[in-house]
C-alpha cells in the first residue's frame, strides 16, 4: 500500500495556507510516492489446470463432489472422528463429530459460519482457537475428498513427469498454495496418479517449517454413489531440527527411512444426491 505524508499524522496541527501556495508547498516538500512494498512471490508451478489432475478429479467422482451428502466414519491409530459432508452447488455444509474424553466435540461448518459444541454447548473461542478450529476442519476435509480439491484457488502445481515406483510408471505432480490462502500454505504436497486411469495412488506431504512428513498409499478402493473412496497405509517422520522435505520422496528413501504411522479406514460410508443440477 502506497504511503502518503499525511498518513497517521495528526491534521489538526497542519498550518492553514491559501490554497495555491499550500499545494505548492506541498508538491515542493513531498518528493516522489515511495514505492509500493513487493508482496511475497507467488509459488513455483502454475495456478493454471493441469490435464492429468482434471482428469484425476473426473475418475474420482467429478460434478458428483458438489452434488452428494457423504457420511462416513474415519478411524485410525489415534481415534476416529464421524463426517456428515453436504456439497449442494456452491452451498455446503459440514459436520465433524470426534470424541473427547467423556465429552462429545463437534465442528460444524457452513458458507457462513464456523460453530464448534462440547458436550452439546457452544463453545466460545478466541482468533487463535477458532484458527485452530479452522485447522482441523480443514486438514479433515482436504483429504478427506482428494483430488478434489486441487483445483481450488491459490493452488500451484509443477508436473514433475513420470516416475517409477515398485516398477510402476507414476505420473508426478508437486502442489504448494499462496500465502494467505491456505492453513498450510508453508507446506509442499506431492501427488501420484495412474497416468492411465488417473487414479489417485499415493501422496505425501511436509509440514511445521519441514518437521514433520508423511507419506500415504492408498488402498481397498470402492466406488459408492459415483465417488471413489479408498483407504490408506501412512508412513512418517518428525523432528524437532527441521530438514524434512517432500522433494526427499522416492521408493528408497521410504523403503529406509519412514516407519509405519498408521493405516487410516473409511467405514460405513454412505452417499446420497443433493439437489444440484
Known amino acids: ?67 452428494s451428502q457423504v ?10 472422528f464421524d463426517v456428515d459432508s453436504m456439497a449442494d452447488g456452491d452451498r455446503f455444509e459440514q459436520r465433524i463429530r470426534a ?33 485452530r478450529a479452522e485447522s482441523y476442519v480443514n486438514q479433515r476435509m482436504y483429504f ?27 505420473h508426478r505432480v508437486r502442489v504448494t498454495f499462496e500465502p494467505g ?7 509442499a504436497y506431492v501427488y501420484w496418479f495412474d497416468p492411465e486411469t488417473a487414479r489417485l495412488e499415493q501422496f505425501a506431504y511436509d509440514y511445521s517449517e519441514g518437521t514433520g512428513l508423511r507419506f500415504r498409499v492408498l488402498t481397498n478402493y ?12 501412512n508412513y512418517g517422520l518428525n523432528t524437532r531440527d527441521g530438514g524434512l522435505t517432500v522433494d526427499d ?6 523403503e529406509e527411512e519412514l516407519p509405519l504411522v498408521s493405516q487410516i479406514e473409511h467405514r460405513d460410508i454412505d452417499v446420497e444426491r443433493t439437489g444440484a443440477s
Not at 71 to 80: K, M, Y
Not at 99 to 127: H, K, W
Open 1 to 67: 500500500m502506497l504511503r502518503t505524508q499525511t498518513e497517521g499524522g495528526d491534521r489538526t496541527n497542519v498550518p492553514v495556507f491559501p490554497a495555491l501556495a499550500a499545494a505548492a508547498l506541498l508538491t515542493a516538500c513531498a518528493g516522489p510516492d515511495p514505492e509500493p512494498e513487493p508482496g511475497p512471490a507467488p509459488p513455483p508451478g502454475t495456478a493454471e489446470r493441469l490435464d492429468i489432475v482434471d482428469r484425476a478429479i473426473e475418475f474420482h467422482g467429478g460434478a458428483l463432489f458438489e452434488q
Open 222 to 233: 470402492r466406488r459408492i454413489g459415483g465417488l471413489l473412496f479408498y483407504d490408506a497405509v
Open 249 to 254: 520422496i522416492n521408493p528408497a528413501y521410504v
Open 99 to 131: 470424541s473427547n474424553g467423556s465429552d462429545e466435540r463437534e465442528y460444524r461448518r457452513d458458507n457462513t459460519a464456523l460453530e464448534v459444541t462440547e458436550g452439546g454447548q457452544p463453545m466460545e473461542m478466541d482468533e487463535a482457537e477458532r484458527a
Open 144 to 170: 478427506l475428498f482428494l483430488p478434489y480439491k486441487l483445483n481450488d484457488p491459490g493452488t500451484y502445481k509443477e508436473d514433475e513427469g513420470l516416475e517409477e515406483w515398485n516398477g510402476r510408471q507414476l
Open 181 to 187: 490462502t491456505s492453513d498450510g500454505a508453508d507446506s
Open 71 to 80: 457420511r462416513l466414519t474415519v478411524a485410525s491409530r489415534s481415534g476416529s
